[in-house]
């Protein structure tokens, strides 16, 4: 039998090599899990990443000064994390609250836009008719500054439209001592009824809602509060269910990776022929509120308005129309508006856009409709439409925004958003 002559193998191309980068986050947090999640997104369509995520402490990295990567992303609320990150000179992107910048160093900070945090919250509170406020935050330090960002910006626009916001800084970190219950009864007794209350979280949310139940106060109808992060646990054991804003945690682990990636390999990205530049600062916009039972309420003594919210609120996505509004009210269309715009802040049509894009919000996150579908069921006429008012509300189109949330592939490093078609 012949048989054919043995070959000798060839070389074995060689594979790739592949960038590693740390990320050094508190992964017992949800808000950074979420952050990782949106890290590994990004590694994932890269192609030729390798995360490695660990706790936040140099003692468990293990030894930051003995590993050997091409990045990092991380939280540089510790000092010690910090200077350990500066003085290891790798290119590197900051998560989360500002914390501890070295001084001379220039590491770009990526975080969630905290003013328009404090913007949803006002506005949310104000929709419902409130014209009292207040603020819950914590003390202020190095890794507690998101508090102090949202309540001086929540303050700020509380006072240019005309209002009074009172404001209680909690005298303990630890907000369930006794003296801090006490000072917050004490606070939430002397605000003026009804008040609607943003807190700085959804965990110090919960202990003004446990305030107010001790005191006998009624939520929302006292007291409507708001907290931020959406914790579904928190907000779902809370009593009543708290409204929250939820933050694009994912998207911003994404953007840090995506201008990680820019640090590392300039050569790779260019823009007119120039190497790309990374942005000292990026402002991430939250997701949008969603609203449960510690905000339903309508604080207008103008009976005519409130039933014209309240029909806002049930049919701005069936197809409501501004003559079903007139109807509704029993006056002309010019009254109509002059008068909710004096009451609630805004005109009619930007409720009900703001309603349906809440909307859209849920059934994007929640579902797997096509967005054609959600168009349909949010009250918009087309899916063009539908995303120019997405884009233009939270900077990103409705796809890109699938995506990210519920954790699919997204675009490539140089891609554009897809089409809305």
């Excluded at 990092?72 to 500066?86: F, K, S, T, W």
């Excluded at 509060?225 to 646990?233: A, C, F, K, S, T």
Aim: hydrophobic letters at 40%.
């Amino acid at each position: 039998m012949n048989r054919k002559p043995r070959t000798t193998p060839g070389p074995v191309p060689a594979r790739p090599a592949r960038l590693s980068v740390a990320v050094l986050v508190d992964l017992s947090e949800t808000f950074f899990r979420e952050i990782v999640a949106g890290a590994a997104q990004y590694a994932r369509e890269a192609g030729d990443w390798q995360l490695y995520a660990g706790q936040q402490s140099v003692d468990r990295l293990p030894a930051l000064h003995d590993w050997h990567g091409d990045g990092i992303i991380a939280c540089l609320n510790e000092e010690r994390i910090a200077r350990a990150v500066v003085e290891k000179g790798l290119p590197s992107v900051a998560v989360g609250s500002p914390g501890n910048r070295e001084p001379g160093s220039s590491i770009p900070h990526v975080d969630t836009d905290n003013k328009l945090v404090a913007k949803l919250a006002f506005d949310h509170l104000r929709e419902r008719g409130l014209t009292r406020f207040g603020y819950y935050g914590v003390p202020s330090s190095t890794t507690t500054r998101w508090s102090d960002i949202r309540g001086d910006a929540f303050e700020a626009r509380v006072t240019a439209a005309g209002y009074e916001c009172g404001r209680l800084t909690a005298v303990d970190p630890d907000v369930r001592t006794e003296a801090s219950r006490a000072e917050l009864c004490q606070w939430l007794t002397e605000l003026p009824k009804p008040v609607g209350i943003m807190a700085c979280s959804d965990f110090h949310a919960r202990h003004v809602l446990e305030a107010c139940r001790s005191l006998g106060l009624r939520v929302p109808h006292d007291v409507a509060v708001i907290g931020v992060d959406d914790d579904e646990l928190e907000c779902e054991l809370a009593m009543p269910p708290l409204t929250s804003i939820a933050q694009s945690a994912r998207r911003i682990g994404h953007e840090a990776a995506r201008l990680l990636d820019r640090l590392m390999r300039p050569q790779h990205f260019t823009d007119g022929g120039q190497e790309a530049t990374v942005p000292e600062d990026t402002a991430i916009p939250p997701a949008g509120i969603v609203a449960r039972a510690s905000t339903e309420t309508f604080a207008v003594a103008d009976q005519v308005i409130a039933r014209v919210i309240e029909a806002v609120r049930d049919r701005a996505c069936k197809g409501l129309t501004i003559a079903d509004l007139v109807s509704v009210a029993g006056m002309p269309r010019w009254k109509l508006e002059k008068r909710f715009k004096e009451i609630v802040g805004h005109s009619i049509h930007e409720d009900m856009v703001r309603v349906r894009l809440a909307e859209t919000q849920r059934l994007i996150r929640t579902t797997d409709l096509p967005l054609k579908v959600v168009s349909i069921r949010s009250g918009f006429h087309s899916v063009a439409y539908m995303t120019t008012i997405f884009r233009r509300s939270f900077g990103i189109t409705p796809a890109l925004y699938r995506r990210l949330e519920q954790g699919s592939v997204v675009r490539s490093p140089n891609a554009e958003d897809e089409p809305a078609g």
